[in-house]
């Protein structure tokens, strides 16, 4: 992706410490899915364009 993790660790960090956690894994589920957004901030931001959402269609199929 070309990305840096730094950006996405720090929407993380910055959760977890708004939250007063200290583990990822207690994270509440709508926590994870205001995480979600705010990673989809950062790949727009750092690409200049929106997160794909239909990449799972995009790819190509097996023949087997």
Do not use: C, W
């Amino acid at each position: 992706m070309d990305i840096p993790h730094s950006l996405f660790e720090e929407k993380l960090e910055k959760l977890k410490h708004t939250k007063g956690i200290k583990l990822d894994t207690d994270l509440a589920a709508y926590d994870l899915k205001d995480l979600v957004e705010q990673y989809k901030n950062v790949y727009l931001e750092a690409r200049g364009e929106k997160f794909p959402s239909g990449a799972e269609s995009d790819r190509p199929t097996s023949s087997h």
